[in-house]
């Protein structure tokens, strides 16, 4: 687990002065959801190549 310090850089890309809470929502929901799409191709990207395939993965 990364500590506050180390996190420092995105907490201030994230970071609204406009935001009651002192960051900006929907960037932070575009960042998460567009992360979890990377996730997604590379784990598809695997399991295609994966020896059997994954053809009876669930979804």
Do not use: C
């Not at 009651?20 to 959801?33: K, N």
């Amino acid at each position: 687990m990364k500590t506050k310090d180390e996190l420092k850089p995105l907490i201030e890309r994230i970071a609204s002065a406009d935001s009651p809470v002192g960051m900006d929502a929907g960037y932070v929901h575009a960042l998460i959801l567009d992360k979890f799409e990377q996730i997604e191709r590379r784990l598809n990207k695997l399991e295609a190549e994966s020896p059997g395939n994954a053809d009876t993965a669930d979804d």
